[in-house]
């Protein structure tokens, strides 16, 4: 037998620095190893082909139901069927397709590394020269790749939602973008409790709660809040005149008076709601500060954006509570109001959730690492090392 | 080889919580030599193995592996050892060949330099035939030489097998002893550990018995100069019996056949015996160790156990 080996001393991305690789090296031969492993793994097995077609199967019916459902509709309303649906259709697709993406992606990390340690093969990977970085974020670029397979199938829908009109091309742009990361981020999650719990079922409960939690739980507390975050306070109302009766016949004069009113603050909440995927996927796109455009549109996405960013404006100043009941000969006017129509902040919400979820995701990148480290000192409970 | 070649394992302990796997372990397995790892059920063996391997960490004392600290200089530890688990799985959906390109490639070999060494290996553990079906269409024996071929792949200078021979056909387990011998004249160190014990003493040189997490005993299988038991079988055997009381050393009747049990002290012991006994007169049909130099050894440390 021949016992010459050529052994790679550096791979391309790994410098000079192949003798004394540590635990957070990486190499692009390394990572590469590593995913085209887990992919070769999870593509070969047919449960996986089954749940790709289902799911396209699944979005198509709902974007076809969707659309079926707004076209009688429009057409029973007798407008004519002239009125623009997409956004409609648009946000229910992508609302559909994160739904889904967040039940999908943690079982595709939540088990890559407890079910590889269960199965044998995990302690058979680490005592060869891979680093625990690289078998880490191969398995994590392996699922996120997974994932993303699951989007791309969804993406003919989302064209033919655009298609309907009444979206903004960018937006189909950053929805996809920020669906990607969302999902990125949740393969992450997975994967830190992959490596923490011995037991697959363990780690997707624990997945799915933490979803859970920045999802529901934080709009919950967010919502809760709202008696501690308002205050009464002297707030100026453009009024109705003082000793207006309300029966007289002639339109009430206004003017400025103050008053006492709660006063909700949620610019210092608003955070709450950031983290939130279906917040990041929808403050992304681009703002549309016209309420009434909105209203029409039925743009669920928009109004979520236009939502978060009104909690973040917070205070919104001086109210009128006069010039809607200003006629002159029975028609309604708009007088010239001193009070400004409320403006939604254009400062970006997204960025924030995004950076909270991207740290998730590191942390538990971080902690699939670290437990990866050999050789060990500490086991988890009930876990064997090989 | 340079004198701190081989594994060299000294005071080591290890500890799960409240149980002492390994308490205070001493081993020393030569370059060119194949060490027999022996010890009961539950003895520390497989943990010892993953301290070896690079894998656990232990809590005192300290092992070198072919000059390298596996807790302080774990890479490099890790490319001159091959370690084959008692159980580990396969992937199941790669091909066998693709195992070994994916091992290959871990152990940073080079695509082409890989599938030439897959080749190879599988050539050598005779999967050839097998090599581009599913792992998981492989039998138990076939996947333990698959996993046997793995240890392999980055030609390491130290191996480190767990139980290799289990599931293994009469055929395998003579190719095993065969390549591990041949491992061993290149220079390799070996370090196996079975409970087949009649088969390491056909292939160890040397055996280190550990019980309760302690090594109780280090010794050489090719020693003859113990003493040990030897069977012996006469074409008369009361006729035989009645010559030793007369001139031989102590005996007993064997329990469940009809030779008689000496205890000798070596080989030169044992040809003594049968000159006089031919010399005698006495029609001695055969005289041999009764079982393996290690089952006797194991055996003898149960004995001291109890």
Same mark, same amino acid.
């Given at each position: ?41 999870? @593509? ?13 199967? *699944? ?103 655009? *298609? ?68 009464? /306070? ?93 006629? /002159?000969?029975?028609?309604? @006017?708009?007088?010239?109001?001193? @009070? ?26 971080? @902690? ?19 | ?29 030569? +370059? ?7 010890? +009961? ?114 030609? +390491? ?12 056909? +009469? ?136």
């Amino acid at each position: 037998m021949s016992v010459d080996v050529e052994v790679v001393g550096s791979a391309p991305a790994d410098g000079g620095a192949a003798r004394g690789r540590g635990t957070w090296s990486l190499s692009w031969h390394g990572l590469r190893t590593v995913t085209v492993l887990e992919l070769r793994q999870r @593509v070969r097995s047919t449960r996986w082909k089954t749940a790709l077609i289902v799911w396209f199967a *699944v979005v198509g019916l709902i974007t076809l139901l969707t659309t079926g459902a707004f076209q009688m509709l429009s057409d029973d309303s007798g407008l004519g069927g002239g009125e623009s649906f997409g956004g409609t259709v648009y946000s229910i697709v992508v609302g559909f397709v994160l739904f889904l993406g967040l039940l999908v992606a943690p079982t595709l990390s939540s088990g890559a590394i407890n079910g590889d340690r269960n199965a044998g093969t995990l302690a058979t990977l680490q005592v060869t020269l891979l680093s625990p970085a690289e078998i880490v974020l191969g398995k994590l670029a392996a699922s996120w790749i997974a994932a993303l397979a699951f989007l791309v199938a969804s993406i003919p829908f989302l064209v033919w939602a655009l *298609v309907g009109g009444g979206v903004h091309w960018l937006a189909l742009l950053t929805t996809v973008l920020m669906l990607a990361l969302v999902l990125g981020v949740v393969c992450a999650i997975g994967l830190g409790f992959s490596a923490l719990v011995s037991k697959t079922s363990g780690s997707a409960v624990l997945t799915y709660l933490t979803i859970g939690a920045v999802t529901v739980a934080l709009p919950i507390l967010f919502g809760l809040l709202v008696p501690v975050t308002s205050t009464t /306070e002297k707030v100026e109302v453009w009024d109705v005149e003082t000793g207006y009766t309300w029966e007289e016949t002639t339109a009430p004069e206004c003017e400025w008076r103050t008053h006492e009113l709660p006063v909700w603050h949620s610019e210092r909440t608003w955070w709450l709601l950031a983290p939130n995927p279906f917040v990041v996927v929808a403050d992304a796109q681009p703002l549309n500060g016209n309420v009434e455009a909105l209203a029409n549109d039925g743009n669920m996405l928009a109004m979520l954006q236009y939502g978060v960013r009104y909690a973040r404006t917070g205070d919104t100043g001086p109210q009128d509570w006069c010039s809607d009941y200003v006629y /002159e000969n029975g028609r309604e @006017v708009q007088p010239d109001s001193p @009070v400004e129509p409320v403006q939604v902040t254009d400062q970006l919400v997204w960025p924030w959730g995004l950076g909270f979820d991207l740290l998730l995701g590191a942390a538990g990148v971080f @902690v699939a690492v670290n437990r990866l480290r050999i050789p060990t000192a500490e086991l988890p409970q009930g876990t064997r090392v090989a | 080889m340079t004198p701190d070649g081989g594994i060299r394992a000294q005071g080591v302990r290890r500890s799960f919580g409240p149980v002492h796997a390994v308490a205070d372990v001493d081993l020393v397995a030569a +370059p060119g030599r194949v060490t027999a790892l022996i010890g +009961p059920n539950g003895s520390g063996k497989t943990t010892l193995l993953l301290m070896l391997a690079g894998l656990l960490a232990p809590d005192a004392g300290s092992i070198r592996i072919a000059g390298a600290d596996p807790v302080a200089e774990s890479y490099v530890a890790r490319s001159r050892t091959g370690w084959m688990p008692d159980v580990f799985g396969t992937w199941d959906s790669l091909t066998a060949r693709e195992v070994l390109t994916t091992v290959a490639a871990a152990y940073r070999i080079d695509a082409a330099a890989g599938r030439d060494r897959a080749s190879e290996l599988l050539e050598l553990v005779h999967l050839s035939e097998l090599a581009d079906q599913p792992a998981h269409v492989l039998s138990r024996g076939q996947k333990q030489r698959l996993g046997l071929a793995r240890a392999l792949v980055h030609d +390491p200078d130290v191996l480190l097998l767990d139980e290799p021979a289990s599931g293994l056909d +009469p055929r395998s387990r003579v190719d095993l002893r065969v390549l591990l011998r041949h491992l061993a004249a290149e220079g390799k160190t070996i370090l196996v550990s079975s409970h087949v014990l009649t088969e390491l003493d056909e292939m160890a040189d040397d055996a280190v018995f550990i019980s309760g997490g302690r090594t109780v005993d280090t010794r050489s299988v090719a020693d003859g100069d113990r003493p040990r038991t030897w069977r012996l079988t006469g074409l008369d055997p009361a006729a035989l019996a009645a010559w030793l009381d007369e001139n031989g050393p102590a005996y007993h009747q064997e329990a469940d056949g009809t030779g008689l049990l000496v205890e000798l002290s070596g080989d030169a012991a044992a040809a003594a015996l049968l000159r006089s006994a031919v010399e005698g007169g006495v029609a001695v049909s055969s005289l041999a160790p009764a079982g393996g130099v290690l089952e006797q050894a194991y055996l003898a440390l149960e004995e001291e156990r109890r």
